[in-house]
Nanobody
Framework: QVQLVESGGGLVQPGGSLRLSCAASRTIFNADVWGWYRQVPGKQREMVATITSSGGSTNYADSVKGRFTVSRDNTGDMVDLEMNSLKPEDTAVYYC?????????????WGQGTQVTVSS
């Protein structure tokens, strides 16, 4: 069983920056896509950014394009989310996700979430 642990959340003023990190408990050999999602109370969890296992392709929600950057380290066991020009509407619990694929079977693993609050 894979465990994902997020870190780096906190309170930041509008216009500020935060960097979230997600570390896997072990190497995930059949990882397909890594992603960051966020959720606010009463709303569905939404995709923020994804990056393929090879690191060659990224995808961003329109609301964060140009402000957030997703990246993976060389070991492949960590994924970061650099968040700049933060806005109050970015306030949410942020979750790390990895989707695995093996012999046609997909699975998803989630971290426990880290709170990001953007407020003056």
């Amino acid at each position: 069983q894979v465990q994902l642990v997020e870190s780096g959340g906190g309170l930041v003023q509008p216009g500020g920056s935060l960097r979230l990190s997600c570390a896997a408990s072990r190497t995930i050999f059949n990882a397909d896509v890594w992603g960051w999602y966020r959720q606010v109370p009463g709303k569905q969890r939404e995709m923020v950014a994804t990056i393929t296992s090879s690191g060659g392709s990224t995808n961003y929600a329109d609301s964060v394009k140009g402000r957030f950057t997703v990246s993976r380290d060389n070991t492949g066991d960590m994924v970061d989310l650099e968040m700049n020009s933060l806005k109050p509407e970015d306030t949410a619990v942020y979750y790390c996700n990895v989707r695995t694929k093996w012999l046609g079977i997909e699975d998803n693993y989630w971290g426990q979430g880290t709170q990001v609050t953007v407020s003056s």
